[in-house]
């Protein structure tokens, strides 16, 4: 895919407020991250507001991360809203086959057709039916594993479906594309994965959504890359990985992606 830095400029040029509905472990990771790639993050998941932000805001992502029965109504009720809005919005299945708690709340949210659903292999094999060997939130299967499940599961959303790894796999159920931007460093860091979900949710505001979200894989990774060169250990890495989001170009983007065609 040509021009991925495009996505990016326009993301920025735009800096869209995205209400995240997050885990405890991920919020602040997550804000930092967001505003370091030029998005307004807010972490709202009250039910008594949640339905009413999500009113207004042009963007969505919803992590499953830490569940509780009132963040499942309020995820409820902001997918709903979302949806009748026509607002793409991004849902995060951590461990979706890990409980039963899980696989019941997993399942209501993808009836309510995110516009990507973004998880690791092990997730996405369990949101598909298939029966995947996660261990928690961490894959037990490799991304080339989940590819059927991935355009199935697309099939049953009608959106695009990231099966995210050390090489990405994105398919709208049609078409498909390989990512191979980031460094083994990245999964160290606690909380990178559900930051990714944030950035997805900034780049599909108002671009199409599969595109855009190829686009967010690679500069994701190619800042994860940039962050490795300076890195001495996990510490350091976060601390470069902010630098590199806040400093890749557009340019800088569109000449480091490594992304495929499938």
Known sequence: MENCGNYLATMRRTGPLVQNITNYVAMNVMANVMLA?????????ARE????????TPGLTINIGTLSGPWVEAMLVAAMVAQERG?????DPVAAGATGFRRETAAKLVALKPAVVRGNASEIMALAGDAGRGKGVDAADGVEAAEDAARRLAGITGGVVAVTGPVDYITDGKRAWRVANGDAMMPL??????SLTGIVGAFVVGQPVAEATVAALAYYGLAG?????LAKGPGSFQVAFLDALYA????????GA???VV
């Open 37 to 45: 790639a030029g998005a307004s993050p807010a972490m709202v998941h």
């Open 49 to 56: 507001e949640v339905g009413e932000f999500a009113g207004f």
């Open 87 to 91: 607002v793409p919005w991004v849902l």
């Open 189 to 194: 860091i606690t909380a990178l994965g559900c």
């Open 225 to 229: 890359e940039v962050a490795a060169r």
């Open 248 to 255: 890749l170009t557009p340019e800088d983007v569109t000449a």
């Open 258 to 260: 490594r992304v495929t």
